[in-house]
């Protein structure tokens, strides 16, 4: 009985931890809740969260500075950067949100005048803003204002659309991105653009702009989710996995160090800085590493070489690097310098010992990664 008990409680705990996380593990959104999936698939990739008690409160609203954050995060470009920020008049680069909402702007989710202005980030975002954000993440066709209106007629309210929101739901609907509250059976719908949006419509709209950006981004979205590429050292036995390219555990990879390091003069504890001195690509060419990308570590077993009593040691533990997009990682390597010898040297080096060794700015330095490092092939964003 007592085995029978184990085997039960194995098999319970097996099968919850292995179970996708679904939208019932907030307890205020039942299974069969219209938005349920969409919840429990934004849910999972951290796009919108929970509040502290545990509840997702479906029908609360969303401010334009939270919505501004959740688009971004749901096109994979929270570490995107912006050159040219917009200055608003109510927030600055203080706010919670700035960067988000930068971001928003440089990838055309939203505009503003040229100067700036409002941006009412504690506002609710309305249903006629949050879908033409989802639209304008997207490459459409252009729609005649008569043809998204002729699309829009089975709308009760299509009639009072405001103009703004025409052609923007005109390409919602032909694009089945229309996200609308469920009604009885022989009722039409309601667009209802100017009413706040629930937070479950607002889940419901960002995995509907998700999904198809995946297929037609716009623009700056399209160049910014597009694997870059180019030459360098080729990293063999990398691997792409979508957009995510990860170089194994044990891949020994080239570094060269700012400054000059001996074992007859350096010291264990001292600490070094190096530099990526090409980028680092896969068979592919896709870039895993840029270079210039700044690594930094520590020696950890430094002892000069003698006559007769030992050879130099040099040894490097690497711990972080800093990639092009100011990202300071782990990138966890060690480094066993080590000189190329002939036979004859060999032979003297093992009789004589007393090799002394050092790494100039000019000479690399061959690192062992003792952790794989998974990157973000669009950005060169390390994810940890």
């Known amino acids: 009985m007592k085995n029978l008990i184990k085997v039960l409680l194995a098999t319970f705990v097996l099968t919850f931890s ?12 039942a299974k069969d809740h219209w938005a349920a999936s969409q919840i429990d698939e934004l849910s999972d990739k951290g796009v919108i969260v929970g509040y502290p008690d545990g509840t997702f409160k479906p029908d609360d609203n969303v401010t334009r500075a939270e919505f501004a954050s959740m688009a971004i995060r749901a096109l994979g470009q929270e570490h995107a950067s912006v050159a040219q920020p917009v200055n608003f008049t109510d927030i600055d ?4 949100a700035y960067d988000s909402i930068q971001k928003a702007l440089y990838f055309e989710l939203i505009s503003c005048p040229d100067n700036g202005g409002l941006f009412r980030p504690d506002d609710t975002v309305t249903r006629e803003e949050s879908m033409t954000v989802a639209v304008n993440a997207l490459t459409t066709e252009e729609i005649s204002v008569e043809k998204a209106k002729s699309v829009l007629l089975k709308y009760a309210d299509a009639n009072s659309i405001p103009e703004s929101f025409v052609i923007p739901a005109g390409k ?17 719908a309601s667009l209802e653009p100017t009413r706040p ?12 702009m998700m999904e198809q950006a995946k297929l037609n981004p716009n ?25 995510v390219g990860i170089i194994p555990e044990g891949t020994i990879v080239p570094v060269q160090l ?27 060419k896709f870039i895993l590493v840029y270079k210039g990308s700044t690594l930094k570590g520590q020696l950890i077993d430094v002892r000069s070489g003698k006559w007769f009593v030992r050879n130099g040691v040099l040894i490097l533990d690497n ?58 092939l669009t950005n060169g964003w390390i994810f940890e």
Do not use: C
């Open 18 to 29: 292995i179970m996708p996380s679904m939208a019932f593990q907030f307890p205020d959104v």
């Open 219 to 243: 623009a700056k979205l399209a160049e910014a989710m597009r694997k870059k590429t180019g030459e360098g050292f080729v990293i063999e036995n990398a691997t792409v996995q979508g957009s």
């Open 197 to 208: 949006a629930t937070r479950a419509e607002v889940a419901a709209i960002l995995y509907n």
């Open 172 to 188: 919602a609907e032909i694009l089945d991105m229309i996200v609308t509250m469920p009604v009885d059976e022989g009722k039409k």
């Open 319 to 376: 711990s972080l690097i800093t990639t092009n997009n100011d990202q300071t990682a782990a990138f966890q390597g060690v480094g066993d310098v080590k000189k190329h010898r002939n036979i004859f040297m060999k032979i003297v080096r093992a009789i004589l010992k007393g090799e002394k060794l050092e790494v100039t700015p000019e000479n690399t330095v061959n690192l062992k990664l003792l952790k794989p490092v998974k990157i973000d």
């Open 93 to 96: 680069s203080e706010y919670w």
């Open 258 to 284: 700012t400054k000059y390091i001996s074992s007859q003069s350096s010291q264990s504890g001292d600490l070094y800085v190096a530099v990526a001195p090409q980028n680092y690509v896969t068979k592919d």
